[in-house]
């Protein structure tokens, strides 16, 4: 196992942090050098996605469905071919025509009242968590709606914000405090949840948002981002990267993105560097291992 000090090189904060990601390839180190100068300059943003949450015991979104088309079906055992049409949309990976269906079903209150149930449960962060807490990032976004991020950064006084609050988010950007950034909302303020097709596309696109994607179309201009447990298979912030690398043209990036085994692809990879001079990260685990650590 290889560990890669991301602040090696960090002469400005001289910070004895680290992420590490075992690896067989030992010329990573010189790939990433960029992103240890963004950390050391406090030019670096994370970007968490869903899969530092599964690996601390919290559902995907795929299994987060199930359970609501579970509870769905307890209460309406009839209309079979409404619940094979929407274990379809779940098992082609449309979750958030799924969601929508299954909040029209559920009611809005029943589908909050799940969240709060789900994810208040789960407060210990993941190894993947604590290794992000242990880098000096100048700000964190995550489309998770837990507060395990929150939680293992504690140490840092973090501010949680949402989209809801796009000043807010402005003013942490502006003068470098660090603050959790959640593009999807927290499930502790259920009005700000983003669940469905069309909260996502209004999200996106409606005018009284627009401050919101603003922010993060400008961040991907200026600051250096690490993707972690995020697929880089999202439509719309591909969409939301194009739109920043148009912006900056060749000065655009780079940033990373960690991928793991099952989800690392080399075409994919290529094409990720080529198309959005993001560079991927491989990550391989140990046998029978599901945690960094």
């Known amino acids: 196992m290889l560990e890669h000090n991301l602040l090696q090189g960090a002469r400005e904060n001289q910070v004895n942090a680290k992420l590490t990601f075992p690896t067989s390839d030992p010329s990573l180190a010189a790939t990433?050098?960029?992103?240890?100068?963004?950390?050391?300059?406090?030019?670096?943003?994370?970007?968490v996605g869903a899969g530092a949450s599964i690996a601390a015991g919290l559902p995907s979104w795929e299994a987060f469905l199930n359970i609501c088309l579970s509870t769905a079906r307890e209460g309406n055992p009839g209309s079979e071919e409404?619940?094979?049409?929407i274990e379809d949309r779940i098992r082609k990976y449309d979750f958030?025509?799924?969601?929508?269906?299954?909040?029209?079903?559920?009611?809005i209150e029943q589908v909050r009242c799940l969240f709060r149930k789900v994810f208040a449960e789960h407060t210990r962060p993941s190894p993947i968590h604590r290794a992000i807490a242990r880098i000096p990032f100048s700000l964190a976004i995550t489309t998770n709606?837990?507060?395990?991020?929150?939680?293992a950064?504690?140490?840092?006084?973090?501010?949680?914000?949402?989209?809801r609050q796009p000043d807010s988010v402005f003013t942490a950007v502006r003068n470098r405090d660090f603050a959790?950034?959640?593009?999807?909302?927290?499930?502790?303020?259920?009005?700000?949840?983003?669940?469905?097709?069309?909260q996502y596309t209004n999200l996106m696109?409606?005018?009284e948002n627009e401050s919101f994607t603003t922010c993060l179309r400008e961040l991907l201009t200026l600051r250096t981002f690490l993707f972690v447990g995020y697929s880089l298979r999202d439509h719309d912030l591909i969409k939301l990267i194009d739109e920043a690398r148009l912006l900056r043209r060749a000065e655009f990036g780079p940033h990373f993105a960690i991928l793991f085994d099952d989800e690392f692809n080399a075409d994919f990879a290529?094409?990720?560097?080529?198309?959005?001079?993001?560079?991927?990260i491989p990550c391989s685990l140990p046998p029978g291992s599901s945690e960094w650590d």
């Open 32 to 47: 990433v050098q960029p992103l240890t100068e963004a950390i050391a300059r406090q030019d670096a943003v994370v970007f």
């Open 82 to 85: 409404r619940w094979k049409f």
């Open 96 to 107: 958030l025509t799924a969601a929508e269906l299954l909040q029209k079903l559920l009611g």
């Open 145 to 151: 709606f837990d507060q395990l991020l929150e939680i």
């Open 153 to 163: 950064c504690r140490n840092r006084g973090t501010s949680v914000l949402t989209w």
């Open 180 to 198: 959790v950034v959640k593009t999807h909302g927290d499930f502790r303020d259920t009005e700000s949840l983003v669940l469905t097709k069309t």
């Open 205 to 207: 696109h409606k005018r």
């Open 270 to 280: 290529d094409h990720l560097r080529e198309a959005y001079s993001i560079y991927v």
